[in-house]
């Protein structure tokens, strides 16, 4: 029967590569922000992805840092559909190194493509990508499969 995952269906969901969408409350009257991420999920722990600059500042890292707070969410886009969406505070944010990039990258394609994935990113002078960690608080998720996770 359709229903809710478990939290082994959702750690066994997240480890797969789906890409999130990532939403952060907005400013000045505008709605919140969405945004595609890659991310790294630790069963039970934490979540962590970048941004990327490509040598702006962003307007997703300003309304993180002022929000403190982010919800992501994850899905199926065929059947039978999947979701999972954390609800979570960012524990922790900063300069996001090479490596840190790669590990999530390498998540979603070919380590080749990955190193050029980084290393375009880390070829404009003023690139700048932060790296976040959100701990889950509040979790929904639904799987429409006939056993869920």
């Not at 939290?7 to 797969?16: D, E, N, Q, S, V």
């Not at 039978?80 to 922790?92: A, D, F, M, N, R």
């Not at 990113?121 to 960690?133: D, G, N, R």
């Amino acid at each position: 029967m359709p229903g809710p995952m478990s939290p082994a269906g959702r750690a066994a969901f997240l480890a797969a590569s789906h890409v999130a969408i990532l939403s952060v409350a907005g400013a000045d009257g505008r709605p919140p922000l969405s945004s595609p991420v890659f991310y790294h999920y630790e069963p039970g722990g934490d979540l962590t992805f970048f941004t990327n600059t490509q040598g702006r500042k962003t307007r997703k890292a300003e309304l993180i840092a002022a929000a403190g707070a982010v919800t992501v969410t994850v899905q199926t886009e065929d059947m039978p559909y999947k979701y999972v969406t954390i609800e979570g505070s960012v524990v922790s944010s900063g300069p996001a190194t090479p490596d840190a990039m790669k590990k999530i990258a390498e998540r979603y394609m070919p380590a080749e493509y990955a190193d050029g994935f980084v290393q375009g990113e880390f070829a404009h002078p003023e690139s700048a990508p932060v790296l976040y960690t959100v701990r889950p608080q509040r979790w929904f998720s639904s799987d429409l499969s006939e056993e869920p996770a």
